[in-house]
C-alpha cells in the first residue's frame, strides 16, 4: 500500500484518471473537487478535517445520515452469509423479504418485482414491461410513450426518451426515440386568483387531447409524482394524479409512476402517488431504497401485468436482466431501510421535523429575491429572481465556504436533507445558507 496522498495529491489523481459524472470536467479548473474521506450523520469530512452538511442527501440517495448504525449492522451481517448471487433460477431470502415488504407497502395492489441496479434501468424495464404487455396482448402498435414537460427518467437511451431536460437531450437527440410530451402540472403556472388544482386540470385537459388523438399507439404515461426534481423541483397538486390515473384507464394506457426520487417517505407519505388515492400499473423505485448504501432498483407491477407474460412460450417473457440483479447485500439494506421506517415511526417524526425547518426557513422564504417558496414532505425550494450568470454554481461554492453541501439547478435552490436534520443543524443550515444568498447577490 503506497502511503495516505496529501489531498491536493488527490484531487489531481481524481481529474486525470477518473471522468466524474454530469459534470464539464474544465470546470474544475477553477472550481476544486471536494474530497471526502468519511462521513457520518448529515456531515461529509475531509481528509484535512474540513466539513460540510450534506443538504442533498448526496444526490437524494441517503435517508436517514451517513453511517447508519442499523443498516451497517445489517450488512455486515448480510456481508458474512450471502453477498451476491444471479436471481435468474435462483433465489434468496432477503430478495423474495424486500418483494414481499414493498408490495404490502402497496397494499398488495403492486405484488410483483422485478430488481435492477439503478434508477435508469428501472425506468427501461418499465417503459419495456409495458410496450410488451400490449404487443402479448395482441396490440403491437402500442409503441409510443407520454411524459411531461420538464420531465427527468435517467440518461439511459430509453430513459433519455421519456426525459424532456434539453442540456441532457440535445446532443443525443439522434438516438433516441420521439417522445410525445404533455403540459406539465407545475404549480408554478398559476394565473393570479389560479390554485394548484386549477394548473392540475389544465395539464390534465393537454394529456386528454394527446390521448384522444393516438392512444392507440400509447403504451404508457410516466410521471413523477408530486415534484418533477431535476428539472427545478416543480411541484403539482395531487388532483394531477388522480385525472392522470382516470384518463390512462379510460384510453386504455398504463400509468408509470417513477418515484426513484420521491419515494421512501420523502414527499410526506411513504409513496407520493398515495397522496392522491391511486396506484399506477408500474411504480420505479431506486435512490433512497438502500439508505444511500448501494445501487438497487425495482419496478413493481400488478397481477394483470405479470400474467400477460406467463406462458409457455419463452419469447412471451420479460427477458431483461442485469448482472447485479437482485444483489443481496443491497436488498438486505433496503430490509434494514423498511424496519427503521417502523422503528423510528419514521412518517410521523419527518412531520415534526418539516415543521420546525420550515419555520427556520422564514426569513429565506421572505427574503426579497426569493420566488415561489415551496415545501413538500422532506423537500424545499425556491428559485431565485435576477440571478447572476452562473449562479448555481456561485451559490454552490458560496454554500460550501459555509460548510453546506448545495447542489442548485439553474436558479433554484433545494433542500433534501437526511431524515436526521435536528433543530441544531436545521438552524445551522438555514441561517449559513441565507449568509450564502445574501453573498452571491451582493
Ligand atoms: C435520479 C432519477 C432517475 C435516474 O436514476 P439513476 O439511478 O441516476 O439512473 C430517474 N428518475 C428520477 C425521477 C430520478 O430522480
Not at 390534465?204 to 403504451?219: F, M, P, Y
Not at 447542489?407 to 433543530?423: A, K, Q, S
Amino acid at each position: 500500500m503506497s502511503p495516505v496522498s496529501p489531498s491536493s495529491d488527490l484531487l489531481n489523481r481524481s481529474l486525470a484518471a477518473v471522468w466524474h459524472p454530469c459534470t464539464q470536467m474544465k470546470h474544475h479548473e477553477q472550481l476544486p473537487l471536494v474530497p471526502v474521506a468519511r462521513a457520518e450523520g448529515l456531515w461529509l469530512y475531509g481528509p484535512d478535517g474540513s466539513r460540510c452538511l450534506d443538504a442533498v442527501s448526496s444526490w437524494w440517495v441517503n435517508l436517514f445520515g451517513h453511517g447508519e448504525p442499523r443498516i451497517n449492522a445489517a450488512l455486515r451481517d448480510q456481508l458474512d452469509t450471502l453477498a451476491h448471487v444471479m436471481l435468474a433460477g435462483f433465489t434468496h431470502e432477503p430478495a423474495v423479504a424486500l418483494a414481499e415488504r414493498l408490495s404490502a407497502l402497496t397494499g398488495g395492489a403492486l405484488g410483483h418485482a422485478f430488481y435492477a441496479s439503478d434508477g435508469a434501468s428501472a425506468t427501461e424495464i418499465a417503459l419495456k414491461m409495458s410496450h410488451h404487455y400490449w404487443r402479448n396482448q395482441g396490440q403491437t402498435e402500442k409503441t409510443g410513450f407520454l411524459c411531461l414537460e420538464g420531465s427527468y427518467h435517467g440518461e439511459t437511451l430509453g430513459a433519455l426518451s421519456v426525459t424532456d431536460v434539453a442540456i441532457f437531450r440535445d446532443a443525443y437527440a439522434p438516438l433516441i426515440r420521439d417522445v410525445r410530451t404533455v403540459p406539465s402540472p407545475d404549480a408554478r403556472q398559476a394565473a393570479p386568483g389560479e390554485t394548484a388544482a386549477d394548473v392540475a386540470r389544465r395539464a390534465a385537459a393537454g394529456l386528454e387531447a394527446a390521448l384522444r388523438e393516438g392512444a392507440g399507439r400509447v403504451a404508457a404515461l410516466i410521471v413523477e409524482p408530486l415534484v418533477q426534481c431535476a428539472t427545478g423541483f416543480a411541484m403539482h397538486d395531487p388532483e394531477y394524479l388522480r385525472l392522470a390515473r382516470a384518463l390512462c384507464d379510460r384510453y386504455g394506457v398504463h400509468l408509470i409512476c417513477d418515484e426513484i426520487a420521491v419515494g421512501f417517505g420523502r414527499t410526506g407519505s411513504f409513496f407520493a402517488h398515495e397522496q392522491a388515492g391511486i396506484r399506477p400499473d408500474f411504480l420505479c423505485l431506486s435512490k433512497g431504497i438502500t439508505g444511500g448504501y448501494l445501487p438497487l432498483s425495482v419496478v413493481l407491477t400488478t397481477d394483470a401485468v405479470f400474467a400477460a407474460f406467463y406462458d409457455d412460450r419463452t419469447a412471451r417473457a420479460f427477458l431483461h436482466s442485469h448482472s447485479y440483479t437482485g444483489n443481496a447485500l443491497a436488498c438486505r439494506a433496503a430490509l434494514a431501510v423498511l424496519d427503521i421506517f417502523v422503528q423510528d415511526d419514521v412518517i410521523a417524526a419527518n412531520r415534526r421535523r418539516a415543521q420546525s425547518f420550515t419555520a427556520r426557513l422564514a426569513p429565506l422564504a421572505a427574503h426579497p429575491r426569493v420566488r415561489h417558496f415551496r415545501h413538500l414532505g422532506m423537500i424545499w425550494a425556491f428559485d431565485v429572481a435576477d440571478a447572476p450568470a452562473d449562479f448555481s454554481r456561485r451559490m454552490f461554492s458560496a454554500a460550501l465556504a459555509r460548510e453546506i453541501l448545495l447542489r442548485p439547478i439553474g436558479n433554484t435552490v433545494y433542500f433534501m436533507p437526511p431524515y436526521c436534520l435536528d433543530e441544531e443543524s436545521g438552524a445551522l443550515l438555514a441561517t449559513r445558507v441565507l449568509q450564502a444568498l445574501d453573498g452571491v447577490l451582493e
